[in-house]
């Protein structure tokens, strides 16, 4: 048991859940705390599923997940920026709806109500080294760079990182703070879109009740953990997606009960921030933001 | 000019709008879906109140440990620190509480429950404590450190139910508790001596808050940058107490659903307490007493959707879609001013009022 | 604090507003009950079905399925739930207080809750399935010998090993016979190990220092879990793999598929979900057991406090090859021989590991 046999399952493993981290940055650079990516995962991952099982064609399936990210993205936006709503409250609350929505659905669907039919995978390519991959491995290197530079690189990712900072500031040179937020969001909404249906259709080809199965939970996690940055949050997914590749290994070869092993990813994730622990979110993350006319 | 009562009366009134506006927009809002999937909305609400009004008892004893999760977010949350750990803390101190009052302790009945209590709220003051340590020394996020821990203790709690602290072959729960350990019940009602100790204790959180030096310097804590510059060390300190008691309160809930009503512990019984209690607390506005309520409309729904799969057919995960529909409204104060804004852009002929909703 | 109070009166008022218009346009459910269990005809019986999750192909689905045969064939009512162990309690409250029901029958999560219930509600009648209960006046039980479910796998999977080819669906995959072996659990319960002991002691038998590997999933559900983990063992020269594991298990399936090896099923008969991958299965014959149970009950047969086991002596249990899977002779004879053996109760598989090691002394 290497660490480059354990690679493939890592990638694997990792890949919804860096979609879903990249999304977290871009919403928490414009100040937003998206703790919904767990909904907005299994929402996708179900509307993925769904249409795939209607049309037969994976890729329509990801484009529907995608065209929900937006809309599910939009919805919360909504409610966080227009009505002033707490983000994480707001986030756990469609956490429950999609959670809900997408059980109660499983019966009209698919009928069954815990698993849907299998339905045709995405297109798998075959790595040297990393052995058998979705295509959207790629969609995702392309999305990590594209998610840098228009955070780093375009006005536009600069309005979204001031609005994060000091949004009176940005207000007051004219910058449309809640459009901006909007805008993040949107970003975010895609970005959850195509890991839901990496989920459903690129590893495993069905829906199945809760299977996001607190992923979402992890890609926040990672986020933190990587200090808010789209490039660092690729290394933590990825150590994530290790330990827990490497706890499914251990099993087989050492008698300490699953259980424990099960724990690693998380308590990994614990001691690493002891000592990585203090990364400054934005200044504004998690606020509300609201004119002084109002 | 207005006064004081009258001003008091406007603002409930307002308050009474939005309130309402919010939770009929929810119903509505599930109506609608229950109504594109082809089920009456009628008889599925219906089956929900009358489970949730029928048995009104267990709603009380379902609401015992919802009440105190509200109150392991509100009181951390009271010096502005995050406790979303509320899941592990509640089944580890039910576990602690099972194992203790399973074991022969020689001690007579009310003091053997006191004993598992406590021990339990140690527990949970140290599985909310070690988040609250790492996060004034460290700086590590205390959100993600205790949705971790709530992962790591669930793990190991189910390997404690499984091996050491096992109860029967076929089932993930631990041995039955001596009957000197058990709350007792009132009569054949479902609900415990546990509601009551909760209640108390919503009430002492909101007196420790509103009177108490201790409360007042917490809630000085968590007030601004400023303040807590001023206090210095003591604010840590202070934040990491909080997270303490959030912790054994916690805890404590889940020790009380065990001693009072199951009697052993569960596996897998205690799940979405913690994030209920999330819920819960935001939704009063971290007002211990208005947790009591909130506490009790959850568990009224979640009760409800116990009879919904029996009498309706219907998956009693929409109680859950539903939930997370109230909890948001409950929590965007705005929402009927938003609403009722874009509606009047819409239709600008309409002629409104001067003053209306804002 | 007046307003967080107003707020939370206004929200009272609300729900109780809410709650009269809804309560005034629902008529409770619920007919008084005045039917004798036994007596009537089978049309005016009503059960209630209590299972854990269903759609993931394993003992959920299949106790439900069987139970609606039994429903066609006889013209009762049925009403089934699904509800995890959390829940359990409140919602088998919920069937028992309702009185409309002349037996509820669960799954192993139900069995303390309805023992506790019997002291309130004396006349109702509970049923579980796939585990054991025995001194419970109105609680009879079905159960299955695991440990010979998962003999007959081991022996199977042994005896393939070394005979190296597989011949299904028209194609023949061969092998060096090696001496891996592996089985999935899903969740570490003693009543879920017993069928992997009965595995293990079952390759013991043919090969006496064989080395199986046992992992659990840590869960019934998890099957990109079951999936990773299988394909570590199948990477790690495991040909045939066996399991416990409920709806996780078509995640090892994948595996399989994607591998090219072989998988022997459980509980169910899980041959039709991959003509190729799936060899075999040890199964239960849920729709015969229930069958014969509403056959009973339906006439006033109630076998309160007692457990019936279904095992090879009663044919409760069966070994099915897949369709179009040339068993070679020298497999399905020693597989016909164990059988018998089994049957005639000369072979008593371990189930449990302490018996699994007493069994494995006698081998070596």
Same mark, same amino acid.
């Given at each position: 048991?290497?660490?480059?046999?354990?690679?493939?399952?890592?990638?694997?493993?990792?890949?919804?859940?860096?979609?879903?981290?990249?999304?977290?940055?871009?919403?928490?650079?414009?100040?937003?705390?998206? !703790?919904? #990516?767990?909904?907005?995962?299994? @929402?996708?991952?179900?509307?993925?599923?769904?249409?795939?099982?209607?049309?037969g064609?994976?890729?329509?399936?990801?484009?529907?997940?995608?065209?929900?990210?937006?809309?599910?993205?939009?919805?919360?936006?909504?409610?966080?920026?227009?009505?002033?709503?707490?983000?994480?409250v707001?986030?756990?609350?469609?956490?429950?709806? !999609?959670?809900?929505?997408?059980?109660?659905?499983?019966?009209?669907a698919?009928?069954?109500?815990?698993?849907s039919?299998?339905?045709?995978?995405?297109?798998?390519?075959?790595?040297?080294?990393l052995? &058998?991959?979705?295509?959207?491995?790629?969609?995702?290197?392309?999305?990590?760079?594209?998610?840098?530079f228009?955070?780093?690189?375009?006005n536009?990712?600069?309005?979204?990182?001031?609005?994060?900072?000091?949004p009176?500031?940005?207000?007051?040179?004219?910058?449309?703070?809640?459009?901006?937020?909007?805008?993040?969001m949107?970003v975010?909404?895609?970005?959850?879109?195509?890991?839901?249906?990496?989920?459903?259709l690129?590893?495993?080809?069905?829906?199945?009740?809760?299977?996001?199965?607190?992923?979402?939970?992890?890609?926040?996690? *990672?986020?933190?953990?990587?200090?808010?940055?789209?490039?660092?949050?690729?290394?933590?997914?990825?150590?994530?997606?290790?330990?827990?590749?490497?706890?499914?290994?251990?099993?087989?070869?050492?008698?300490?009960? +699953?259980?424990?092993?099960?724990?690693?990813?998380?308590?990994?994730?614990?001691i690493?921030?002891?000592?990585?622990?203090?990364r400054?979110?934005?200044?504004?993350?998690?606020?509300?933001?609201?004119?002084?006319?109002e | 000019?207005?006064?004081?009562?009258?001003?008091?009366?406007?603002?409930?009134?307002?308050?009474? @709008?939005?309130?309402?506006?919010?939770?009929?927009?929810?119903?509505?809002?599930?109506?609608?879906?229950?109504?594109?999937?082809?089920?009456?909305?009628?008889?599925?609400y219906?089956?929900?109140?009358?489970?949730?009004?029928?048995s009104?008892?267990?709603?009380?004893?379902?609401?015992?440990?919802?009440?105190?999760?509200?109150?392991?977010?509100?009181?951390?949350?009271?010096?502005?620190?995050?406790?979303?750990?509320?899941?592990?803390?509640?089944?580890?101190?039910?576990?602690?509480?099972?194992?203790?009052?399973?074991?022969?302790l020689?001690?007579?009945?009310?003091?053997?429950?006191?004993?598992?209590?406590?021990? *339990?709220?140690?527990?949970?003051?140290?599985? $909310?404590?070690?988040?609250?340590l790492?996060?004034?020394?460290?700086g590590?996020?205390?959100?993600?450190?205790?949705?971790m821990?709530?992962?790591?203790?669930?793990?190991?709690?189910?390997?404690?139910?499984?091996?050491?602290?096992?109860?029967?072959?076929?089932?993930?729960q631990?041995?039955?508790?001596?009957p000197?350990?058990?709350?007792?019940?009132?009569?054949?009602?479902?609900? +415990?001596?546990?509601?009551?100790?909760?209640l108390?204790?919503?009430?002492?959180t909101?007196?420790f808050?509103?009177?108490?030096?201790?409360?007042?310097?917490?809630?000085?804590?968590?007030?601004?940058?400023?303040?807590?510059?001023?206090?210095?060390?003591?604010?840590?300190?202070?934040?990491?107490?909080?997270?303490?008691?959030?912790?054994?309160?916690?805890?404590?809930?889940?020790?009380?659903?065990?001693?009072?009503?199951?009697?052993?512990?569960?596996?897998?019984?205690?799940?979405?307490?913690?994030?209920?209690?999330?819920?819960?607390?935001?939704m009063?506005?971290?007002?211990?007493l208005?947790?009591?309520?909130?506490?009790l409309?959850?568990? #009224?729904?979640?009760?409800?959707?116990?009879?919904?799969?029996?009498?309706?057919?219907?998956?009693?995960?929409f109680?859950?879609?539903?939930?997370?529909?109230?909890?948001?409204?409950?929590?965007?104060?705005?929402?009927?001013g938003?609403?009722?804004?874009?509606?009047?852009r819409?239709?600008?002929?309409?002629?409104?009022?001067?003053?209306?909703?804002? | 604090?007046?307003?967080?109070?107003?707020?939370?009166?206004?929200?009272?008022?609300?729900i109780l507003?809410?709650?009269?218009?809804?309560?005034?346009?629902?008529?409770?459910?619920?007919?008084?009950?005045?039917?004798?269990?036994g007596?009537?005809?089978?049309?005016?019986?009503?059960?209630?079905?209590l299972?854990?999750?269903?759609?993931?192909?394993?003992?959920s689905?299949?106790?439900?399925?069987?139970?609606?045969?039994?429903?066609?064939?006889?013209?009762?009512?049925?009403?089934?739930?699904?509800?995890?162990?959390?829940?359990?309690?409140l919602?088998?409250q919920?069937?028992?207080?309702?009185?409309?029901?002349?037996?509820?029958?669960?799954?192993?999560?139900?069995?303390?809750?309805?023992?506790?219930?019997?002291?309130?509600?004396?006349?109702?009648?509970?049923?579980?399935?796939?585990v054991?209960? &025995?001194g419970?006046?109105?609680?009879?039980?079905?159960?299955?010998?695991?440990?010979?479910?998962?003999?007959?796998?081991?022996?199977?999977a042994?005896?393939m090993?070394?005979?190296?080819?597989?011949?299904?669906?028209?194609?023949?995959?061969?092998?060096?016979?090696?001496?891996?072996?592996?089985?999935?659990?899903?969740?570490?319960?003693?009543?879920?190990?017993g069928?992997i002991?009965?595995?293990?002691?079952?390759?013991?038998?043919?090969?006496?220092?064989?080395d199986?590997?046992?992992?659990?999933?840590?869960?019934?559900a998890?099957q990109?879990?079951?999936?990773e983990?299988?394909?570590?063992m199948?990477?790690?020269?495991?040909?045939?793999l066996?399991?416990?594991?409920?709806?996780?298990?078509l995640?090892?399936?994948?595996a399989?598929?994607?591998?090219?090896?072989?998988?022997i099923?459980?509980d169910?008969n899980q041959?039709?979900?991959?003509?190729?991958?799936?060899?075999?299965?040890?199964?239960?014959?849920?729709?015969?057991?229930?069958?014969?149970?509403?056959?009973?009950?339906?006439?006033?047969?109630?076998?309160?406090?007692e457990?019936?086991?279904?095992?090879?002596?009663? +044919?409760?249990?069966?070994?099915?090859y897949?369709e179009?899977?040339e068993?070679?002779?020298?497999?399905?004879?020693?597989?016909?021989?164990?059988?018998?053996?089994?049957?005639a109760?000369?072979?008593?598989?371990? @189930?449990?590991? &302490?018996?699994?090691?007493?069994?494995? &002394?006698?081998? $070596?």
């Open positions: 048991m290497s660490v480059l046999s354990m690679l493939p399952s890592t990638v694997r493993l990792t890949l919804p859940m860096l979609f879903g981290a990249l999304g977290i940055v871009v919403c928490a650079q414009s100040g937003i705390i998206f !703790m919904a #990516m767990e909904g907005g995962l299994l @929402g996708a991952g179900f509307a993925a599923a769904y249409v795939c099982f209607l049309t064609s994976a890729v329509l399936g990801e484009a529907a997940a995608i065209v929900f990210g937006l809309l599910y993205a939009m919805l919360l936006s909504f409610f966080i920026n227009q009505c002033r709503g707490n983000h994480v707001c986030s756990i609350g469609f956490n429950f709806i !999609m959670l809900g929505a997408t059980t109660v659905l499983m019966q009209p698919f009928g069954n109500t815990g698993f039919p299998n339905v045709q995978k995405l297109p798998l390519v075959q790595l040297p080294v052995g &058998e991959q979705s295509i959207n491995l790629f969609v995702m290197a392309g999305a990590v760079f594209a998610v840098w228009l955070l780093y690189r375009t536009w990712g600069l309005r979204v990182r001031s609005v994060g900072e000091n009176a500031a940005a207000d007051s040179l004219g910058i449309a703070v809640n459009r901006y937020r909007f805008q993040a949107l975010c909404g895609v970005l959850a879109g195509i890991g839901g249906s990496e989920l459903a690129g590893q495993m080809g069905f829906f199945a009740r809760n299977m996001t199965a607190n992923m979402g939970f992890l890609s926040y996690s *990672a986020v933190v953990f990587a200090g808010y940055k789209p490039l660092a949050v690729v290394l933590t997914t990825l150590f994530l997606g290790f330990f827990d590749a490497f706890q499914m290994n251990a099993q087989l070869l050492v008698d300490i009960p +699953s259980e424990f092993l099960l724990t690693l990813p998380y308590a990994v994730t614990v690493a921030l002891v000592f990585f622990g203090s400054k979110a934005p200044a504004m993350f998690g606020k509300n933001y609201t004119r002084e006319e | 000019m207005k006064s004081k009562l009258s001003r008091m009366q406007s603002g409930t009134l307002r308050e009474l @709008g939005r309130v309402a506006f919010a939770m009929l927009f929810a119903f509505a809002a599930g109506a609608v879906f229950l109504m594109a999937i082809g089920s009456n909305p009628l008889t599925i219906g089956a929900i109140f009358a489970k949730a009004f029928g009104f008892d267990s709603t009380l004893r379902r609401a015992t440990p919802l009440m105190l999760s509200g109150l392991a977010i509100a009181i951390p949350l009271q010096t502005g620190m995050f406790n979303m750990g509320g899941e592990g803390q509640i089944i580890a101190g039910a576990l602690t509480a099972a194992v203790v009052g399973a074991s022969d020689g001690l007579p009945a009310g003091l053997h429950a006191a004993a598992a209590i406590a021990a *339990a709220m140690a527990v949970g003051a140290v599985l $909310s404590g070690l988040p609250g790492l996060k004034i020394t460290r590590a996020n205390e959100v993600v450190t205790t949705l821990l709530n992962s790591i203790v669930s793990y190991i709690v189910t390997w404690l139910v499984l091996n050491p602290f096992k109860g029967t072959d076929y089932s993930p631990s041995k039955k508790i001596l000197a350990a058990e709350i007792p019940t009132f009569g054949k009602l479902d609900f +415990s001596w546990g509601l009551l100790i909760a108390a204790l919503c009430v002492l909101h007196l808050f509103r009177s108490t030096a201790k409360g007042l310097e917490m809630r000085a804590a968590g007030a601004g940058p400023a303040a807590a510059r001023y206090l210095g060390i003591n604010n840590k300190l202070l934040c990491l107490l909080a997270m303490a008691l959030g912790g054994a309160v916690a805890s404590m809930g889940g020790a009380l659903e065990v001693l009072g009503g199951q009697h052993a512990y569960f596996d897998e019984f205690f799940t979405n307490y913690g994030f209920d209690g999330i819920a819960i607390a935001y009063a506005g971290s007002h211990p208005g947790i009591i309520v909130t506490a409309i959850i568990s #009224m729904i979640r009760v409800g959707a116990l009879a919904i799969s029996r009498t309706t057919g219907m998956s009693p995960y109680v859950t879609m539903l939930q997370g529909l109230i909890i948001i409204l409950l929590v965007t104060p705005r929402f009927a938003t609403v009722l804004s874009l509606v009047r819409r239709f600008p002929a309409r002629k409104k009022e001067e003053g209306g909703a804002a | 604090m007046k307003r967080p109070l107003s707020k939370l009166l206004a929200i009272l008022l609300s507003g809410i709650l009269a218009s809804f309560c005034a346009c629902n008529a409770p459910q619920g007919d008084a009950n005045t039917k004798t269990p007596s009537s005809a089978a049309s005016e019986l009503k059960i209630g079905l299972v854990e999750r269903l759609g993931d192909n394993s003992l689905d299949m106790l439900c399925n069987a139970v609606k045969k039994a429903q066609e064939k006889h013209g009762f009512q049925l009403d089934v739930s699904e509800c995890g162990s959390g829940d359990m309690s919602t088998l919920d069937y028992t207080t309702s009185k409309e029901y002349d037996l509820i029958i669960m799954l192993y999560h139900g069995l303390d809750v309805a023992i506790e219930m019997q002291d309130d509600y004396p006349d109702q009648k509970y049923m579980v399935y796939d054991s209960c &025995e419970q006046p109105n609680i009879t039980s079905l159960s299955y010998a695991k440990n010979e479910m998962g003999f007959m796998a081991g022996v199977f042994a005896l090993e070394d005979y190296g080819a597989v011949s299904v669906g028209g194609e023949t995959k061969t092998w060096t016979a090696g001496d891996k072996y592996a089985a999935l659990i899903g969740v570490n319960l003693p009543s879920t190990v069928a002991t009965g595995y293990q002691a079952g390759i013991r038998y043919i090969k006496p220092d064989a199986v590997v046992v992992a659990e999933i840590g869960s019934w998890d990109a879990a079951a999936k983990l299988a394909l570590t199948y990477n790690a020269g495991v040909n045939i066996f399991h416990n594991a409920g709806g996780s298990a995640g090892a399936l994948e399989a598929k994607t591998l090219d090896r072989f998988m099923g459980f169910a041959n039709s979900l991959d003509a190729v991958h799936m060899l075999a299965s040890s199964h239960k014959d849920h729709d015969a057991v229930i069958g014969e149970f509403f056959d009973g009950f339906v006439a006033g047969t109630f076998r309160g406090g457990n019936v086991l279904n095992s090879y002596a009663n +044919s409760g249990i069966a070994f099915s897949q179009n899977f068993v070679p002779e020298e497999v399905r004879s020693v597989m016909d021989e164990v059988k018998g053996k089994l049957t109760g000369e072979i008593v598989p371990p @189930g449990t590991v &302490e018996e699994l090691d007493a069994w494995s &002394e006698s081998y $070596s």
